[in-house]
């Protein structure tokens, strides 16, 4: 049974349309990338998967017994965000606030999963580090951690590489694949269209032309011909 569920979408703001009849569904164990060129919509439909815009259009299901405040969220972090002065153990505990309501405390449980999930990171050692005082490669771990607090059922990551070096950028990448070998749902927005091809398990395009499919199918369409450079070459 599908987690969540895109029919006829149409996203927008203000009346702007950005995308329109966007079909697709994402079920348990999935690693779906979604790719496309910057203003095509993919920080958009984001919000709208969150909840935190209105389609213009179409609707978001959430299936198989997930909730909304069970989605970890990984977003695009500001310059503010960056310079946040709280404690590694505090940031990654504050993802636990979904589960704690209106509680004004964290319980034992909460504690232990915010330990496991800086172990699953391996920055238990961080744990008392000031979080601005972090590398790039070191606050997206600690965010990672914090998403894994709301949820060990589906991420949605926002451009969770961005800004890294290529060695942390791998590493990134390979702590989200053994995340999804795991079980955990990965929804990732990316503009890394040759990496969404080399991980995913499927792939939503969104631009003029929207395709929505396997790895393998999206190989073998038009769509990857354009927009995938092969090694040591040009584009097919």
Do not use: W
């Not at 709301?150 to 949605?156: D, P």
Request: with cysteine; proline share 3%.
């Amino acid at each position: 049974m599908a987690q969540l569920t895109c029919s006829n979408l149409t996203l927008g703001y203000e009346g702007h349309v950005v995308l329109s009849g966007l079909n697709f569904s994402v079920s348990a164990g999935d690693y779906l990338c979604i790719v496309g060129e910057n203003g095509s919509g993919k920080s958009t439909l984001v919000k709208t998967m969150l909840g935190l815009m209105k389609p213009l259009g179409g609707r978001v299901t959430l299936g198989d017994g997930l909730r909304e405040n069970e989605i970890g969220y990984l977003p695009q972090q500001t310059a503010v965000q960056k310079d946040f002065p709280a404690t590694v153990r505090e940031v990654v505990l504050s993802g636990c606030q979904g589960r704690a309501g209106m509680r004004p405390f964290y319980n034992r449980q909460e504690k232990a999963l915010a330990r496991e999930s800086m172990e699953k990171m391996d920055i238990t050692a961080l744990a008392g580090r000031c979080y601005r005082e972090l590398s790039g490669g070191q606050q997206q771990r600690v965010l990672l951690a914090r998403a894994l607090c709301a949820t060990r059922r589906l991420l949605l990551l926002d451009e969770p590489v961005s800004g890294l070096d290529p060695m942390v950028t791998q590493e990134m990448y390979a702590l989200i694949r053994q995340l999804n070998r795991e079980g955990i749902t990965v929804i990732m927005i990316s503009h890394d269209i040759a990496a969404a091809a080399r991980f995913a398990s499927h792939i939503l395009h969104v631009g003029n032309t929207v395709f929505f499919g396997t790895r393998e199918e999206y190989l073998r369409s038009d769509i990857a011909a354009r927009f995938l450079v092969p090694e040591g070459g040009d584009r097919p």
